[in-house]
Nanobody, 120 residues
């Protein structure tokens, strides 16, 4: 059994910053790519940032230069530092990870989501 638990969401003014965290726990053998997605009601969930097990990163164009994804492999945790937030980035942010569990099965896991609201 594996769990991804997000934290750090909340209400922030336009131009403000938030740092999201996502900790993975359970029968983990290896953590591969770790990702942050976001979703607004009625729209598709889409990828915001990705970090590989080796630390390579990718971002959707709209967040480049403002968001930073990082990970602490010792803590099985991924972070998303979000700066200069915009109202249109109000969404539920989801953590996602590709994980090898005990028994050598590799599966895709999701957190429960954390709400980020950017509003004055």
């Amino acid at each position: 059994q594996v769990q991804l638990v997000e934290s750090g969401g909340g209400l922030v003014q336009p131009g403000g910053s938030l740092r999201l965290s996502c900790a993975a726990s359970g029968s983990i053998v290896s953590l591969y790519d770790m990702n942050w997605f976001r979703q607004v009601p009625g729209k598709q969930r889409y990828l915001v940032a990705r970090i590989s097990s080796g630390g390579s990163t990718n971002y959707t164009d709209s967040v480049k230069g403002r968001f930073t994804i990082s990970r602490d492999n010792a803590k099985n945790t991924v972070y998303l530092q979000m700066n200069n937030l915009k109202p249109e980035e109000t969404a539920v942010y989801y953590c996602n990870a590709l994980i090898m569990i005990t028994g050598w099965s590799v599966n895709d896991y999701w957190g429960q989501g954390t709400q980020v609201t950017v509003s004055s």
